[in-house]
């Protein structure tokens, strides 16, 4: 049961018992015990009618029929079955208070049906991710002495879903292998660089405030290749939202800088004994 309906049963009840002497001249005991009367009626029956099912529960107007039939019962009741024996006319100050409080009743259920709807509160809007296929998924990678490969590449973005507004700007998503194919030289990587290149060769521009899309190297033991060794890393990087746009992006550029040098193995001889031979 909401607010809104219970204040409907209220103001119903209210009503029924401020007009009850209009309707039915004789039998009364008051202004206060037909208020009472409506709204005991009004609330009760009201909630009688919802419990067992067959509240028609379709708007202000549909529950407002049901309490005025309710808040009706017990007045008509009372003027039939328990009728007071008075039947002169209402002091002119009772008067005015029922004329008063019945103006004020219907003043506020009109503007409860016809005021303005309350607004529906706003819902949160729905995010969605955007992928756009990277084609091919996956290529070689030969810079100098360091060889691999690119795979799972693919370009996300993150939209308002119904009005296609972007929410995060687009990422470029890729798994990058690094090997070291030399025989005889270490390998110290620096950094990585993404270019995005266009259709005429060049370089395709991020939009203001965002990354340069760089690869960096998660930790000491990675940046450093041996003869044969491999390091595997994730790359998370900006994407410029121009290079979304048909046939604009020709291809990406991955630029690496790294230091070779000697590999060396190195043989220390300890001389040592066990217990004391």
Known sequence: MS???????????VLAGVLAPLVMKRG?????KDVILGLVGSIGGSWIFRAAGVFPGT??????VVASVGAAIPIIAQRKFWPTESVGEEKTVIKMWRWGLGAAVVAVVVWMILGPSPQPAATAAVVKDKTYTVTPAAMKVKAGIVTGEMTDMRVTERIEQGSDRVVSPAKFTAKVVLKNSSADQTVRLVAGKIRYIDAQGQPIQLEDARTEPTLRFASYGNDRLDPGQEATESLDVAFPA??????????????????????????????????GQ
């Open 28 to 32: 009364g005991y008051g202004l206060k």
């Open 242 to 275: 121009e290079a979304l746009k048909a046939k604009k992006l020709k291809g990406i550029q991955l630029e690496l800088a790294y230091i070779p040098s000697p590999y060396r193995q190195e043989t220390v001889h300890f001389t040592v004994s066990i217990g």
């Open 3 to 13: 607010f809104a309906m219970f204040v409907t049963w209220v103001l119903v009840g």
């Open 59 to 64: 708007g202000i107007v549909a529950m407002a």
